[in-house]
């Protein structure tokens, strides 16, 4: 059986509440030690207290060890008889035992010689294991005038500070579970309601149909993570918006281009089985489908180029290239195509070499492309000029023709694919491919095109390459 992932809640919540339980469980630690050094030191420090207090109220006459205070005054009868519930007096030097407390006595706690001079020479604390408990004791070495060493140990029971630790180490036990699982709770309903507004992006994400690519997802207006994921997801839905409406508009226009000469063809072979009877119109006929059949493929080929541009399946070679010369070699190329349309073809360039780096084959398609489109929009008697020139860092190629223009809402779409102004501009040939290969050809080479154009007064394309870095 596979498990089921653990969704981002819950991950989220597990980090949480382990953060959590680390932090608490290192807080217990460290307060538990705390307050048990405290507690000890505290202890420690109140029996050297009581042991410096005791000794003034102490005397030894004769071998003997006698407290004198006051009974009547209650701040000393108390302060006696608390530091004296387990309290113990030495002779050092014979080890005898001159007195102690009843406690003691009951416990049968009495020191040999060889544990009174260990004792003597140890630390000023130790503690000692009962059967009433734990006890701790002060030592505390008095040396009377006479030269005699006494001992004096002062106790006290250790009982009410363990008691303390255990009820703390307890509390920490029942209260740390609790807070654990309190923090799971909390985590889970913080973690849902930070994951909210990702779940309504998915949400809206998902009512977002191939068909309703103009809806968005909502933005808060914060400027957080989450609405810049927000913006992101937009602006991929607006490219991929664009992309769809550029599909439609391709399937309608290659249908549209397709179903024309196919309508021609199916037409003109209807007609001819109907009523053509001699060879010669039999030729007419055939000789009229051969020029469809031509626009097709020049079509077909331009759309497989395009496509194939577009893909990088067309490598884009990087050479120096005259463009001077290019550029006036294809022009002279021209002049039969305008002398038969009885429209003036110049070429001008006031310098005799521009050099640029790029595709020859490729600026090649686009000369020819750009002054076959001016020829062919432009009426007999009209006139295309083709200029070369540099400016700057930068080689420009002109082509203007005196034909009717580009009306205005047209001049930002020519470049795309199958589009086609008016009839007067386009007269019915091409397919609306030749700008959209420039386009692409220019782009590929790092340059732009633009054009200007004014109905019934000419158009001009202007293309800017970068010119040749020489060192």
Same mark, same amino acid.
């Given at each position: 059986m596979r498990l089921r992932p653990i969704g981002i809640r819950g991950r989220l919540t597990l980090s949480y509440v382990l953060i959590f339980a680390m932090a608490l469980g290192g807080f217990g630690i460290v307060s538990y030690e705390f307050l048990k050094s405290r507690m000890d030191t505290a202890l420690s420090e109140e029996l050297a207290e009581r042991a410096a207090g005791l000794r003034g109220y102490l005397r030894f006459d004769n071998g003997a060890a006698t407290l004198r205070f006051n009974p009547n005054d209650p701040e000393q009868a108390y302060f006696v008889q608390v530091s004296t519930r387990y309290?113990?007096?030495?002779?050092?030097n014979s080890g005898m035992l001159l007195a102690?407390?009843?406690?003691?006595?009951?416990?049968?706690?009495?020191?040999t010689r060889d544990e009174l001079r260990t004792i003597i020479s140890g630390p000023p604390f130790y503690d000692v294991t009962t059967d009433q408990g734990?006890?701790?004791?002060?030592?505390?070495?008095?040396?009377?005038?006479?030269?005699?060493?006494?001992?004096?140990?002062?106790?006290?029971?250790? =009982?009410?500070?363990?008691?303390?630790?255990?009820?703390?180490?307890?509390?920490?036990?029942?209260l740390i579970p609790v807070s654990i699982a309190v923090a799971s709770l909390i985590g889970w309903w913080t973690s849902?309601?930070?994951?909210?507004?990702?779940?309504?992006?998915?949400?809206?994400?998902?009512?977002?149909?191939?068909?309703?690519?103009?809806?968005?997802?909502?933005?808060?207006?914060?400027?957080?993570?989450?609405?810049?994921?927000?913006?992101?997801?937009?602006?991929?839905?607006?490219?991929?918006?664009?992309t769809v409406d550029e599909m439609k508009q391709f399937t309608a226009s290659i249908s549209h281009e397709l179903r024309t000469p196919l309508s021609i063809l199916r037409g003109e072979a209807e007609i001819a089985?109907?009523?053509?009877?001699?060879?010669?119109?039999?030729?007419?006929?055939?000789?009229?489908?051969?020029?469809?059949?031509?626009?097709?493929?020049?079509?077909?080929?331009?759309?497989?180029?395009?496509?194939?541009?577009?893909?990088?399946?067309?490598?884009?070679?990087? =050479?120096?290239?005259?463009?001077?010369?290019?550029?006036?070699?294809?022009?002279?190329?021209?002049?039969?195509?305008?002398?038969?349309?009885?429209?003036?073809?110049h070429f001008e360039c006031e310098r005799d070499s521009i050099v640029v780096t790029g595709d020859a084959n490729w600026l090649e398609r686009v000369v020819l492309n750009l002054v076959d489109n001016a020829i062919k929009f432009t009426q007999p008697?009209?006139?295309?000029?083709?200029?070369?020139?540099?400016?700057?860092? =930068?080689?420009?190629?002109?082509?203007?023709?005196?034909?009717?223009?580009?009306?205005?809402?047209?001049?930002?779409?020519?470049?795309?694919?199958?589009?086609?102004?008016?009839?007067?501009?386009?007269?019915?040939?091409?397919?609306?491919?030749?700008?959209?290969?420039?386009?692409?050809?220019?782009?590929?080479?790092?340059?732009?095109?633009?054009?200007?154009?004014?109905?019934?007064?000419?158009?001009?394309?202007?293309?800017?390459?970068?010119?040749?870095?020489?060192?």
């Open positions: 309290y113990q007096i030495y002779d050092a102690q407390s009843p406690e003691l006595d009951f416990l049968g706690m009495q020191l734990r006890l701790r004791f002060r030592n505390e070495v008095i040396r009377a005038p006479t030269g005699e060493v006494y001992l004096v140990q002062i106790g006290a029971s250790m =009982k009410q500070m363990e008691d303390d630790l255990r009820n703390y180490f307890q509390l920490l036990l029942w849902g309601r930070a994951l909210r507004p990702i779940t309504a992006l998915a949400e809206s994400a998902q009512r977002i149909e191939l068909t309703e690519l103009k809806n968005r997802l909502p933005v808060r207006g914060t400027g957080d993570e989450l609405d810049q994921l927000a913006g992101t997801f937009n602006e991929t839905f607006s490219r991929l918006a664009r089985l109907m009523h053509a009877g001699s060879e010669e119109e039999y030729r007419r006929v055939l000789s009229s489908q051969l020029e469809e059949f031509d626009k097709l493929t020049r079509m077909i080929n331009q759309l497989l180029t395009l496509a194939r541009a577009e893909a990088g399946e067309t490598p884009i070679t990087r =050479k120096p290239v005259d463009l001077v010369e290019l550029v006036k070699s294809l022009t002279d190329q021209m002049l039969p195509v305008a002398e038969s349309r009885e429209v003036q073809l008697g009209g006139s295309v000029k083709v200029a070369v020139r540099s400016s700057e860092d =930068k080689a420009v190629l002109e082509v203007t023709d005196t034909g009717a223009g580009i009306q205005p809402d047209s001049l930002p779409h020519i470049f795309e694919r199958f589009y086609q102004a008016d009839a007067a501009r386009s007269g019915g040939e091409g397919a609306g491919l030749g700008l959209s290969l420039v386009k692409w050809a220019v782009d590929q080479h790092g340059g732009t095109i633009d054009v200007a154009s004014q109905p019934d007064h000419g158009t001009t394309f202007r293309v800017n390459l970068p010119l040749i870095k020489r060192s």
